[in-house]
């Protein structure tokens, strides 16, 4: 598992930071000659490591990077979207 912590600047003073954890799961038997698992993920845990989100699917590990990349560039500046 790689960590990789992030502070935005708008935290409070003193908060702990959340930080992104990128890891592959594990492989999974599911028939005799079926696997499933072994894609790469990211989450985003809290202080206490509990975590807030977690997104996965990505068949390599450059690819994890880049979203959690991507992230942590531009969500902080992210408006909600009103509800549909």
């Given at each position: 598992m790689i960590v990789e912590r992030r502070k935005h600047p708008r935290e409070a003073p003193g908060a702990?930071?959340?930080r992104?954890?990128?890891?592959r799961a594990?492989?999974?038997r599911t028939t005799s000659t079926r696997f499933t698992g072994g894609d790469w993920h990211w989450r985003l845990c809290d202080a206490a490591g509990r975590?807030?989100?977690d997104a996965g699917g990505y068949r390599d590990e450059q690819r994890c990077r880049d979203a959690v990349a991507m992230l942590g560039a531009h969500a902080a500046g992210?408006?909600?979207a009103p509800a549909r």
């Open positions: 702990e930071p959340c992104f954890e990128v890891y594990d492989e999974v975590a807030l989100v992210a408006v909600r």
